[in-house]
């Protein structure tokens, strides 16, 4: 499967657009890592638990909207985008929602 965020894939023609799939992820970031993170916004650097909790939640959606290209008969996925957003009470769930279209190459 060729992924893209760009609308065609260079050296390729698209034969079929097979319609527009999409890829949710819902993780839950618990109070551990809320607590670790917010030791890091005081004294500075990265937060490793939440980068990973992120790339996780990306790749699940990513994964799932390749899943359901599949289903399709696509071989590629372009002008995918990513959006990721906070939910739930306090923003204590990560959303992560891909979409893209799916096309035969």
């Not at 839950?28 to 890592?33: E, I, L, S």
């Not at 650097?45 to 990513?62: C, H, I, N, P, Q």
């Amino acid at each position: 499967m060729i992924l893209s965020t760009t609308p065609t894939i260079e050296g390729q023609t698209i034969k079929e657009y097979k319609g527009v799939v999409t890829g949710e992820t819902i993780i839950g970031a618990n109070f551990v890592k809320d607590f670790f993170a917010g030791i890091r916004d005081i004294v500075g650097g990265r937060s490793a638990a939440y980068e990973k909790v992120l790339r996780e939640a990306k790749d699940t959606s990513m994964k799932e909207m390749e899943d359901r290209a599949r289903e399709l008969g696509a071989n590629a996925i372009v002008s995918i985008d990513i959006d990721y957003e906070t939910i739930g009470q306090g923003n204590s769930m990560l959303m992560v929602a891909t979409s893209g279209t799916a096309v035969v190459i």
